[in-house]
């Protein structure tokens, strides 16, 4: 959740963030309004505590003269000390009523936070989907006409190899499923082998996570507001299937806090990443770009707030170093404002060039959170000087399998309808070069 200091002192700037996103500014003003209800019943709270002890301090000196009152003395000590007894016993009550409404109260404010979304980077472009911001082009598409053949779908090349297989999977889990096979197998574990040896070789410590988690980590990082839709949920047993493993790698340190010392944290996961897909209905019903189910190898960074910039460029760093291994052209955007996530203050994705789409499709993300899910999930460090403060987090995905096969497939196909392996692919496939049509 954005800092509650912030939108005390920079409503304008909160509400700002909000229109550039494309959000409701209305939600800012009514947390504003909420706050401030809160701190009144606040401070009528703590008052009525003060007076308390005022007469609990005055109880006190009572008692201890009763204990040596004689006679008139005795009487008039008993007479005062049962009008503070029964005061206090008011107070009490009053504190207690009052308590109540003061944590009602500040959970109606932690509520109207949660809803607001992270306040978006000042560089972020503003806009929707269409109105990123160029940042880099890397490599040239091939010209399939001078080579004299029409490439084919990735679809199509999974067939001829023997290595993709949706309508069996249709027939098995329904629409959006596919199964892989043979070469496409040993290509998605060459993927992760090759992933895991670069995040590691980085410092990266590897995870395999759980795939369902509790609501507390899917809300914590976010994924229960304008993403919830795409989310499944498992209502008997009130846990939900991961989209990421953002997720439970965030939580993976919920309510800690860490030292100083140990920052940056950086863990890279690989798991099973499901979604919805909801509102795409009639997109991608062809292949395996757009499907309920897929593997995803995940980094992810806890790091002081001061250095999440330079995080987030590190991060972008190594996913394009990745893509670099891969041979296939690219480019870098930053992500406009109106097509970020509720928790992303900043993003850049990297767009794989797809043959026979003739365009640009996004294949990973790198997104600075700042301090907003950390916030939300009591994720602190403790500074030189004892205090504790919220990290930054970041994520980046090193490799979504289906998308990166779709990319690796179409872009090193050969004439006869095999599949030139990338050099860096090599070592954990055997030395093959080639991966070839697969017997009839």
Request: aromatic letters at 6%; charged letters at 25%.
């Amino acid at each position: 959740m954005i800092d509650l200091q912030v939108l005390r002192l920079e409503p304008d700037a909160v509400r700002d963030s909000q229109r550039r996103r494309g959000a409701d500014p209305a939600l800012v003003d009514r947390a504003v309004e909420l706050d401030r209800e809160w701190r009144e019943v606040l401070r009528s709270f703590e008052a009525a505590r003060a007076e308390q002890k005022r007469q609990s301090k005055l109880v006190g000196q009572l008692v201890g003269r009763k204990k040596t009152a004689t006679g008139e003395a005795l009487v008039e000590v008993e007479r005062e000390l049962a009008v503070a007894m029964a005061e206090s016993g008011g107070l009490a009550d009053a504190v207690k009523t009052k308590a109540a409404v003061s944590a009602a109260a500040s959970a109606r404010v932690d509520a109207s936070l949660m809803l607001i979304d992270n306040i978006v980077d000042a560089d972020a472009p503003v806009g929707a989907e269409e109105d990123f911001r160029l940042i880099a082009t890397v490599g040239e598409p091939r010209d399939f006409a001078v080579e004299g053949f029409s490439p084919k779908d990735h679809l199509q090349i999974g067939q001829i190899l023997g290595a993709i297989d949706t309508e069996r999977a249709a027939k098995v889990s329904g629409a959006r499923f596919y199964y892989l096979t043979g070469d496409a197998v040993l290509l998605e574990l060459a993927l992760l082998n090759l992933a895991m040896s670069l995040a590691v070789g980085e410092g990266f410590t590897p995870v395999l996570p759980p795939a369902l988690v509790k609501p507390e980590a899917m809300a914590g990082t976010g994924f229960l507001g304008q993403a919830a839709e795409n989310v499944y949920r498992l209502e008997s047993d009130d846990l939900y299937l991961v989209g990421t493993a953002e997720v439970p790698l965030a939580a993976f340190r919920a309510d800690e806090i860490l030292n100083e010392a140990e920052l940056p944290t950086r863990y890279v996961g690989f798991s099973p990443c499901f979604r919805r897909e909801a509102g795409t209905h009639g997109r991608d019903t062809r292949g395996i770009i757009r499907v309920h189910q897929f593997d995803k190898v995940e980094m992810f960074s806890f790091c002081h707030p001061d250095d999440s910039l330079s995080e987030h460029q590190r991060l972008l760093g190594w996913e394009r170093r990745f893509m670099d291994l891969l041979e296939i052209p690219y480019r870098v955007i930053d992500v406009a404002t109106g097509d970020l996530g509720a928790s992303a203050a900043r993003k850049f994705d990297i767009e794989a060039w797809i043959p026979t789409q003739n365009t640009y499709r996004e294949v990973t993300s790198a997104s600075n959170c700042t301090s907003f899910q950390a916030r939300r999930l009591k994720i602190r460090f403790r500074s030189s000087d004892g205090k504790t403060h919220p990290v930054a987090t970041l994520n980046g995905t090193l490799v979504a399998m289906p998308r990166i096969i779709v990319a690796i497939l179409e872009n090193h196909q050969t004439a006869e309808g095999g599949v030139r392996i990338p050099a860096a692919l090599r070592p954990w496939l055997g030395g093959r070069e080639h991966f070839s049509p697969a017997s009839p």
